[in-house]
């Protein structure tokens, strides 16, 4: 292999950069030459491709985002946008496809494999919610920055004897969430996969409060419910001031942690060790500490994603 594309894709990720720097200088490595694809699938259509230097991936490993830009783009689900994508890849030359990001980057990675045109997959996301992969690169600090709004919000709300409802992201995956309340001792942790009974957790709450608590921490993954609402309905029966606060998009952000600079550089520079070996049509991961790959069609359809009930199950014996 002689020429292979690097791009990222769907919501960015701290440690994205450090993946691209060790996909590039590896590659470097082999005489491989690598082309950038700007903003995801959206520039590999329109064919926004440039080749990257050693030096055009300085300075970066420290860097939160990704310099290559992204994008949502979901006119890659027609084949004929896809078509006139390989199209580009062939024109520069390029035999194979690094793809950085979460599991809908993922499909069209393995769409374009299909397709015949060989791509490597490396999880990118904060929400931790990739198959083939026990953590996604990103996730972790992530963690860090949720762990640390808690730690704030926990501060503010003693003083004022506050119940604090926290949205975390994490789409409909409750990791971020169960691993931030064992970390910030959250009071309540509701995620999506066990579904969310309100009445039960209000009157929880409320018998807390009874029993002389003066002060909670909600922890609660995002799309489970408005959280504004439930502050107003738990406000009103416990008569303790209740704020909801969501996180949003500054748990996307921010320089990336150790472990997330070192996944990233593992796996960047694995998935082109597998491409110089001919291997292509997989996806990366990190299983019981070692990289892994599996077939990236098989990952996306038929590898579950256990739920981490021993941690969840932490969260309430803890709080
Ligand atoms: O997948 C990462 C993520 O931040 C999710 O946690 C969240 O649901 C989504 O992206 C938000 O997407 P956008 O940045 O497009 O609003």
Excluded at 154 to 165: F, V
């Amino acid at each position: 292999i002689k020429k292979i594309g690097v791009l990222t894709s769907g919501g960015d990720a701290p440690g994205m950069n450090a993946a691209v720097r060790a996909v590039v200088r590896t590659a470097l490595s082999k005489g491989v030459d690598v082309y950038g694809v700007w903003d995801g699938y959206l520039g590999l259509h329109q064919n926004r491709i440039e080749q990257l230097a050693r030096h055009d991936v300085s300075d970066l490993i420290n860097r939160g985002g990704t310099f290559l830009g992204s994008a949502r783009f979901p006119e890659f689900k027609e084949e004929s946008v896809r078509r006139e994508a390989i199209e580009n890849m062939r024109q520069h030359g390029m035999e194979a496809l690094v793809v950085i990001g979460g599991d809908g980057s993922y499909m069209g990675a393995k769409r374009l494999t299909e397709m015949g045109f060989p791509c490597i997959g490396l999880p990118g996301t904060i929400d931790n919610d990739v198959a083939g992969t026990d953590f996604t690169i990103g996730f972790h600090t992530a963690l860090n920055t949720v762990l640390d709004a808690i730690d704030r919000l926990r501060d503010t709300c003693s003083s004022h004897h506050r119940i604090a409802i926290v949205e975390i992201m994490g789409r409909y995956c409750g990791d971020l969430t169960i691993m931030a309340s064992i970390g910030s001792g959250a009071e309540f942790t509701i995620v999506p996969e066990k579904g969310f009974d309100e009445e039960s957790l209000i009157q929880t709450v409320a018998d807390d409060v009874t029993a002389g608590k003066k002060h909670s921490i909600i922890a609660i993954t995002e799309h489970v419910t408005d959280v504004s609402a439930l502050a107003k309905r738990i406000e009103a029966r416990t008569g303790l001031e209740t704020r909801a606060t969501i996180l949003g998009h500054i748990q996307r952000g921010g320089v990336p942690c150790a472990f997330d600079r070192v996944l990233a550089s593992q796996m960047g520079s694995y998935a082109v060790e597998l491409l110089s070996q001919g291997v292509g049509g997989r996806c990366v991961g990190i299983q019981s500490n070692k990289l892994v790959h599996h077939d990236i069609v098989d990952a996306i359809e038929n590898m579950p994603r256990p739920f981490k009930q021993d941690l969840y199950d932490l969260t309430s014996l803890l709080a």
